[in-house]
């Protein structure tokens, strides 16, 4: 079955511009969780959506935001984007809610450069 | 708060070569803990996981234990193979489990040498 999808794979803005970061999940997952990676602070989570709620959100500015749609698609947006903003954005699905039952399944990333 | 130490790398090693991977980890309660394994422009995979103490995580000739003494969950494989090489995450999920948050420790590169 297809894996998680996220688009576009790799793009460059601006500072001070915003972008919107796809994620599709894997057929019947629920959740749907956001992470930024770089080399200077690892994997950080971003936040965690579970049927169009949000649960968990993690220590990042309100320039953050995402949303999950009925189908379980998400979205992440960054608006007024800092240099500090470019990072491998990670979109981690799961079928259950809860990690000690469940897995995650990564998607490979979008790629944000941000000049 | 929770959290999760994990080796510095690269660790360089000859094919064949026996892997440790040391992680110990922080956290209130009792949380699940994860090895997620990243291969060269991929995404993170699961690799092993635990969800107690004493739990044995075992997969494709790795394995870690849940050492609740010890706040451990050190990776380990007998014989490494040049495929091996990849970045190695260790993980724990918030102890409630009523979620699916991660936190990740920083990672760890593994160069396999034929």
């Known amino acids: 079955k297809a894996g998680v999808t996220q688009t576009p794979r790799y793009l460059i803005k601006t500072r001070g511009q915003q972008v919107t970061l796809s994620c599709s999940p894997i057929s019947g997952h629920r959740s749907v969780s956001w992470y930024q990676q770089t080399p200077g602070q690892g994997l950080q989570f971003l936040f965690e959506?579970?049927?169009?709620?949000?649960?968990n959100k993690g220590n990042f500015p309100g320039r953050f935001s995402g949303r999950q749609f009925s189908n379980s698609r998400s979205e992440m947006n960054v608006s007024t984007l800092e240099l500090g903003d470019s990072a491998l954005y990670l979109c981690a699905s799961s079928k259950t809610g809860q990690m000690n039952t469940g897995e995650l399944f990564f998607g490979e990333g979008s790629r944000l450069t941000v000049l | 708060g929770n959290s999760v130490t994990q080796m510095e790398g690269p660790v360089t090693l000859s094919e064949e070569a026996f892997l440790t991977i040391n992680c110990t980890y922080t956290?209130?309660?009792?949380?699940?803990l994860f090895w997620y394994v990243q291969y060269p422009g991929e995404g993170l995979q699961l690799l092993l996981k635990?969800?107690?103490?004493?739990d044995k995580g075992s997969n494709k000739g790795f394995e870690a234990t849940y050492r609740k003494e010890t706040t451990s969950f050190h990776l380990e494989k007998g014989s490494v193979q040049v495929s091996d090489s990849a970045v190695y995450f260790c993980?724990?999920?918030?102890?409630?489990?009523?979620?699916?948050?991660?936190?990740f420790g920083t990672g760890t590169l593994l160069a396999v040498q034929p």
């Open positions: 956290a209130t309660g009792y949380p699940s």
């Open positions: 959506y579970f049927s169009e709620t949000q649960r």
């Open positions: 635990a969800t107690k103490a004493d």
């Open positions: 993980a724990l999920s918030d102890p409630g489990g009523a979620t699916n948050k991660l936190i």
